[in-house]
Every structure is written in structure tokens, then in C-alpha cells.
């Protein structure tokens, strides 16, 4: 945006689209969204709650998807991975329910599916915007600056959210769990 403050912003929502969307346009071109969809009521087994979405890919893909997602020496995989697994315990419910489900589906290791699911907080180099367009409507932008935004983008997929009645709608990517932190499902 530049030099656009943020109070043009609040008073005119419109300066802010208009490159937001000509950056979308250009995105959506080169990366079209043939995103897989998918839903999760919250109910169910814990362990079994992302198997739907799991079925979106092939296990093999998701499996080699996940060890380049860690990408780290083999010597540091090795010490680490037992160690991440150990963390289980701590880990809130239902998300240590969900990759452990997950973990089995795939055939990866616990300590793996940890790891995965801590490689956004661990490599977070991503910005986001939120605009509100003069007829209310809300644009939430993120740019995502990871390594592996090519395996990203296709594990990439649209998730509602039903809880209560309540649909929370979002994009996820398989094997990160449940939308705590925003791009996770």
C-alpha cells in the first residue's frame, strides 16, 4: 500500500482494494483456486474428525509434502522428532486427538505430525491486511513467505467449520489442524 496511512484506509476503504484486488487478479491467474472443499461439524471421533479431508489427496503426496514442509538434515530430524512427539501430552484437546488421527491415516509418525503442525509458528514469515469495503464487506489478504509455498498450494483447501450451528468458513491446509492460528485446519 505504501503511502497510504491508515486513516485514508478507515475513511475510504475502496484506496485500499483496488490494489488488493489487481494483486489478487494476478495471484489468481498464475495459481487458479482448484481448491478440494471440504467440512468438519467439530463432532465425531477425535482422532477420526479430518479423514474427510485427508481423502482430498493421495497419502503418498501428502507424505512426501510433509517431509519437505520439515526440511531439516536428516541428523536433526532424527533428534528432534522424538522429542517433538513427547510434547503430545501438552498439547491442547482436541488437537492432539486430531494429529494423532491424522498421523495414523498417513502413516507418519507422531513426532512428524508435530513438527508439521509446528512449522507455521516456527516459520511464520507471512503478512497479512483487512479491509472493509464501503458496503461492509470484509477482505482479509495474506501473504504467505514460506519455502514451501509450492507444496502449499497444493494442500491447500477450503474448510467450513460448523460448531453449534455456527459456520466458520476458511482455507486450511491438510495436516495442519483445526484452524487454531488462522491458516490451520
Known sequence: ???????????????????????????????????????????????????????????AFLRSAVRRIIDVPKWVHHIIQPIAAELEPFMPQPFAGEIAGMCKALGISLGDGILLNFAYESTAFCTSIVVQDDRGNIYHGRNLDYDFVDILSKITLDVQFIKGGQVRSGVGVAGWCSGKNGTAL
Open 1 to 59: 500500500i505504501g503511502a497510504v496511512s491508515a486513516g485514508m484506509l478507515a475513511a475510504q476503504p475502496s484506496v485500499a482494494l483496488s490494489p488488493l484486488l489487481a494483486v489478487e487478479a494476478a495471484v489468481l491467474e498464475r495459481f487458479p483456486p482448484a481448491r478440494p472443499s471440504s467440512s468438519s461439524s467439530g463432532g465425531g471421533a477425535v482422532p477420526l474428525r479430518w479423514l474427510p479431508v485427508l481423502r482430498h489427496f493421495q497419502p
